[in-house]
């Protein structure tokens, strides 16, 4: 700053500006903009401006902001204030084209020193809602945990209270319009995950049953209306925006977003309806009462041209759990998409390497919709699509499809096939005879790697732990025996008890992240802390192609969430229902989780197509080998 | 004095096959050289570890008993290869002529196992009659299973042909003028091999300076060529610090080290091997060479590093190691249990009990969590960085 001082002088605008927003009149109009609410409405708005930190626990739920903040205003993104709030937002309406204008300025007359001005102009922005907020603080801090009906009455009070500075609004001019939808353009990408987690109360939390939750979407509409009736404009900027990208749900979407979830409903193919006690801190991902929608779906089967039979065949085959795992999910999917490049022809004035594109992208979104992709499918999916981007334009049709499918077939067979064949030799070297294996589920991999070794006459034993509710280890338990390995069954309830004369702990992974996190079937997380616990070591298997460079510390974050009816009731126990009609009680909240992340401290070695590395190789593996580096 | 021992006893009934079996290879063995009949045959029943065997001709206190054994198993091997030596020659190569070879380098005590591992291929190449570069390839590929199986124990041996066979991979004659100039290129970098690995010391003993302050007190267990040479250097560069030296049971190599220390001008103390715990908290580093380095990151060196390791680690005393980069191995052991056995002979002094037995691994294996850093002529490594490095050579 000192250095800058000097030179304010020589740059006349930049003066101007910082003259403009000095911090007392920024707090002059924060100030007069809070008398501006009623009374009734002051408590409310310091809920919308301060509850989402106070009232959920300290997990990565990001505050959820409200879009109208989001996209009238995306100016202050950048400079780093968490919760600009509608007062502030209405209150300076002379800010923005100032501000817009000065950008425009900049950009003709000081090419130079752009990085400066906009240094600058973060300050003089900054300080308006910094000092707001310094004034809201005190309020914020006085209110208490807010309850689930406070949060329905400020969201109705809300409407009102943003009433008063929804009217200075609408009086922005073409041009301004125009500066602020570059910045949201600007501020999109840095702002996408927290503009996913926006603030408002997600439907299930209204107090009525949730029998149809689209007509009570529309309900939901009126109430806050006042609220979204003044970004017309800016909401039909993002839905430009949203029709460019893939009709899909962002995969890392907050599920919390009632806009968001509202709008994706529209286009949704497989009824969603959702599950209503849903728990506090899983809110943010998608969950769906799967049960009625199967004959539902299949009644659509004839209506629904645009997607191809075979990935309808998967979809339903993914939704009814049919396929699972993994690799087989992948497979299946890969396959699908095979028979849709056969069948596909391009339109006329189109070209392939688009349009093609734009297909295989709305069969992705359709599977989405049966269930969320693994990892494993997310960089299968890559990997086709960078095969489609990179074909040669002169192409003939025919060419570029027979090219297109052996690329899958090579990925199948490549990544998928031979991995696996590779990570059983390695796994292989680690079994002595004597030894005790446990396992967790049924994960593929491992399983192979035990009739191999099974096969060169080693000697050992299988300890298969299981869980509720899905019960997969014993399909994995029957295929031992029959093979004549000697195996020993348990659920996971009893592996403290026998891990102790285990000697290797083989588990098989979902994806494996980059900072060495095991994304696995839920309770691979418990085995490995236990086993840990009695040093005993644990292999994860895992081939390459399910690394992901993303990095994740819980189990929150990113997750996929069961039936909860699966836990709830015990098959051939008729008489444990305490729990029927559980979907009635609102203080009941069923959580079925379908993922956990392992710390990479409780796993010793990752057992991969290219070797026994240590977790923390992870990166390296994705820098030297990832899927972007395939053959492109 | 010791051959009275249980152990001795057990390991020398072991042993009397060993001539025998060796001739036995040498002369049948060479037709034959594939992997089975080399498991089935392995040349060397010896359950000695000969790598170890080496170390302690090299460094150890030598007893009297232990020169004598020592000779004698020299002129074993001498026997050996004046046989072994026409089979070799005759035959289609690599197979006996290359542990002969390995063997007469390995004798020479300022050689690293490596370099002799790498001298030995080189000789393959120059007797090698192989008129392609597949050929030379396939030749040698041969030879360095021999090698390997021969002594299992040795991870610098089997990663000095590990690494050199993959340097031969990749170095193809397409880029020479004919075959020819690619063999006498790959015979000229194998022979260089012995200057890189003492070019390695040095470099490793640069980087180590940093990390040595004056005042300081050192541990050092185990005799490492590496280790003295980074000591060597801090004494010159006129630093004043402590060393304390464990004992090293049971070849006593941490008295030949600190006479070689003391010889140098540098305070030096002896502790047996025991008293590692309670020396600790004087200690500001603990300074250990490495065996073998595995992908993990952690280290397999002489028995008792792990011990001197885990003390260190509880009262958070850094451990350094200082391994040259030839001695990283794509090895993955889990446990203790989980590596080749490598035995060796060990003296108490008085008669062992009869039916009283007689743990004599040589070496055991360190996991990274116990390990700071890593100096190596690669540069200074966390103990993760290893996989990168092993990863980015063989994969």
Known sequence: M?????????????????????PDSAAATASSSIPAVSAAAAAAAATSAGSPPSSLSPVMIPPPRHPSTEMSNPHFHPVGSYNPSEQILGSPPALSPSRSSRFDADGSDFGGDDDESVALSGVGAGMTPKSSLLMRQPVTKTVPLVSETHKRDSNVSKGKGAGPSAAPKEKLTKAERRATQEAQRAAKAAAKEAAAAGGAPSVSKQPKPATKPATQQKKDVPSGSGLLQPLAPSGSIEKKQGKKEVAA????????????????????????????NRVELFRHLPQ?????????????????????????????????????????????????????????????????TRDLGAKVGSCVSF????????????????????????????????????????????????????????????GVSKIRDGDVLLTYGSPSVVESIFAYAHGIKKNFRVVVVDSRPKHEGQGLLRRLVERGIHCTYTHLNAVSYVMHEVTRVFLG????????????????????????????????????????ERVQLDSICSNELGDPDAISKVSGRKDLNYLDGWAQNENIQLLNLKYDATPSDYVSVLVTEQGMLPPTSVPVIIREYGIERLWT | MWWRSASFIRDRQNQNPKPSSLLHSALDDSPSPTSTSMAALNPNP??????????????????????????????????????????????????????????????????????????????????????????????????????KSWDTTSISLSAACDLFIRYVTRTSALEYEDFDAAKRRLIERAEKFGEISLKARKTIAMLSQDFISDGCTILVHGYSRVVLEVLKMAASNKKLFHVLCTEGRPDRTGLRFSKELAAL????????????????????????????????????????????????????KPVYVAAESYKFARLYPLDQKDLEPALRPIEFGVPIPSGVEVETSARDY???QYLTLLFTDLGVLTPSVVSDELIQLYV
């Open chain 1, 288 to 352: 769906y009462e799967h049960g009625t929608q199967l004959p539902d779906l299949e009644l659509k089967f004839f209506q629904l041209d645009p997607i191809h039979p075979s990935v309808y065949q998967v979809g339903l085959q993914f939704l009814s759990d049919k396929i699972s795992g993994g690799n087989g999910r992948c497979i299946a999917m890969l396959l699908a998409f095979k028979e849709v490049i056969q069948d596909y022809t391009t339109p006329p004035e189109k070209t392939l």
């Open chain 1, 249 to 276: 749900p962002h995969p890392r979407m907050q599920f919390d977003d009632m806009t968001k979830v509202g709008k994706l409903k529209k286009r949704a193919v497989v009824n969603q309806s959702e599950a209503r």
């Open chain 1, 509 to 548: 992974a979902s994806s494996v992240l980059s900072n060495g996190t095991v994304y696995s079937r839920v309770g691979t997380a418990c085995v490995a802390m236990v086993a840990h616990a009695f040093r005993v070591p644990v292999l994860v298997c895992c081939e390459a192609y399910k690394f992901h």
């Open chain 2, 46 to 147: 010896n359950p000695i570890s000969a790598y170890y065997q080496t170390r302690a001709e090299h460094h150890a206190v030598v007893t009297s008993d232990w020169l004598a054994q020592s000779v004698e198993a020299a002129a074993g091997d001498v026997a050996v290869s004046s046989g072994g030596a026409e089979g070799g020659s005759k035959g289609e190569g690599g197979g006996v002529g290359v542990i002969e070879e390995f063997n007469y380098w390995r004798k020479k005590p300022d050689l690293a196992e490596a370099v002799a591992a790498i001298m030995a291929l080189a000789a393959v190449i120059r007797s090698s009659e192989a008129t392609t570069m597949n050929e030379l390839d396939i030749e040698l590929k041969k030879a360095s299973n021999n090698l």
């Open chain 1, 2 to 22: 000192d250095l800058r001082r000097p030179n304010r002088p020589v740059i006349g605008p930049k003066v101007r500006q910082v003259g403009f927003v000095t």
């Open chain 2, 366 to 368: 360190t996991p990274p």
């Open chain 2, 265 to 316: 001008g540098i305070p030096v103390k002896l502790l047996i091997d025991s008293a590692v715990a309670y020396a600790m908290d004087e200690v500001d580093m603990v300074f250990v060479g490495a065996d073998g380095v595995v992908e993990s990151g952690g280290i397999i060196n002489m028995m008792g590093t792990y011990q001197v390791a885990l003390v260190a680690h509880s009262m958070n």
């Open chain 1, 367 to 426: 599977l989405i919709e049966c269930r969320p992709l693994s990892v494993s499918m997310g960089n299968a999916i890559r990997f086709l699509k960078n095969r489609i981007s990179s074909l040669p334009h002169n192409l003939s049709d025919k060419e570029a499809k027979s090219r297109l499918q052996s690329d899958i077939d090579r990925f199948i067979n490549e990544k998928i096939i031979i991995a696996s064949k590779a990570i059983v030799e390695h």
